[in-house]
């Protein structure tokens, strides 16, 4: 099993930036990859980014390219989702999840992903 924690989220105003932690802890030596998702009031949960953990490769949704960046610490079994240029439309609850699976890439889908964290609330305010 593999438990995550996300933390960092809040209310900030159109154009801030907000930094999202996610800890893994459990059977972290086995995840292949981690990503972001984020779910609004009434939508799907839609991918937003992901990283893979061996070698570091990158996949980013069109929507958040060039404003939003993910990285990892594998000493810490931590990844992070740094957010720039925020928008009104960026509001949503974000989701850590990991992958343990042999799926195909990149892990863009929610059903690629076996474990989730509870959720952090992003707000941005026009």
């Known amino acids: 099993q593999v438990q995550l924690v996300e933390s960092g989220g809040g209310l900030v105003q159109a154009g801030g930036s907000l930094r999202l932690s996610c800890a893994a802890s459990?059977?972290?030596?086995?995840?292949?990859?981690m990503g972001w998702f984020r779910q609004a009031p009434g939508k799907e949960r839609e991918f937003v980014a992901a990283?893979?953990?061996?070698?570091?490769?990158?996949d980013y949704a069109d929507s958040v390219k060039g404003r939003f960046t993910i990285t990892r610490a594998n000493s810490k079994s931590t990844v992070y989702l740094q957010m720039n240029s925020l928008k009104p439309e960026d509001t949503a609850v974000y989701y850590c999840?990991?992958?343990?699976?042999?799926?195909?890439?990149?892990?863009?889908?929610?059903?690629?992903?076996?474990?989730w964290g509870q959720g952090t609330q992003v707000t941005v305010s026009s």
């Open positions: 990283i893979r953990w061996n070698g570091g490769s990158t």
């Open positions: 459990g059977r972290t030596y086995n995840v292949y990859a």
């Open positions: 999840a990991a992958t343990n699976g042999i799926v195909p890439v990149p892990y863009d889908a929610p059903y690629k992903y076996n474990y």
